[in-house]
């Protein structure tokens, strides 16, 4: 799909290299800025940088200098504020210049976060869960449609719905995605479990043993299957509670399945250490 660009979009904001040098000089051109004088995007959404891109980013830098200028706003009277281009100024610095190309425009705080968060989707450089809080971000405080959102950064409305979804999961599962341990499939596969604790097993499952996505799906459904089979059973018994008390006693999953005469107490674990730590639990070790 072809991208469409934000409203003003950024090539509204910076000048281009064809008209850089009709510009420069002039209130609002580009400029040389204090690279020390240049505050960080307080709405920036990428948490996490590639040291090794911005080295190589730096490298060129010293070579053949900094081709496009960073946006910035003023702040107070003779600081300035980040609206676009983090990766260009952290090389700068990381390069040894003291001074960088920049555009000041007046930009409110709604446009520098739709600016700073819609570069960055557009960039694609986002991991899934940056993504995801990008999007969450327009929408809530930016006041975006799912159907604007999906013109703005062109991406079909179902990703953008899709990819929301993801913040639904727990922190450690969010923080599995973003460290890429688990895969975006993999997490929209853990969606199917409804309770937040299945969820995260299930997570640390799928990834000590190294799941295919299609293997995660699977695996969710055969659970399904098996906790839908299982609550049945126990709203007949009445064992329900035990197994609460049980899972909050040993801090793990546990089921209790009743049989035509007797029945089974499962315990789930999901590394070795786990295990062992279970086993002390139970005076075994």
Known sequence: MHRKALGRGLEALIPSSATTATVEGRSGGVRELPVS??????????????????????????????LQPVLVR???????????????????????LERIPAVVREVTDR???????IENIQRENLNPIEEARAFHALVENVGLTHDQLSERVGKQRSSITNALRLLGLPVEVQDMVSRGTLSAGHARALLGLEAAG??????????????????TEAFVKRRLRRRH??????????????????????????????????????????????????????GVL
């Open 37 to 66: 004088e240049i505050g960080a995007n307080p709405f920036q959404p990428r948490k996490h940088f590639d040291n090794e891109a911005i080295s190589e980013l730096a490298a060129s830098i010293r070579s053949t200098g900094v």
């Open 74 to 96: 003023r702040i107070g009277a003779d600081g300035y504020q980040l609206v676009a281009g983090e990766r260009r100024l952290r090389a700068a610095g990381l390069a040894g």
């Open 111 to 117: 446009e520098m976060m739709e600016l700073a968060l």
């Open 198 to 215: 299945d969820q995260l097993a299930a997570a640390r499952y799928v990834s000590n043993k190294g799941f295919s996505v299609r293997r």
């Open 229 to 282: 089979s299982r609550t049945r059973l126990q709203s007949i018994s009445g064992l329900e509670e035990w197994s609460i008390r049980l899972q909050r006693r040993f801090g793990t999953r546990v089921s209790i399945v009743p049989g035509r005469k007797g029945g089974k107490v499962e315990f789930e674990y999901y590394s070795q250490e786990d295990l062992e730590r279970l086993f002390e639990a139970w």
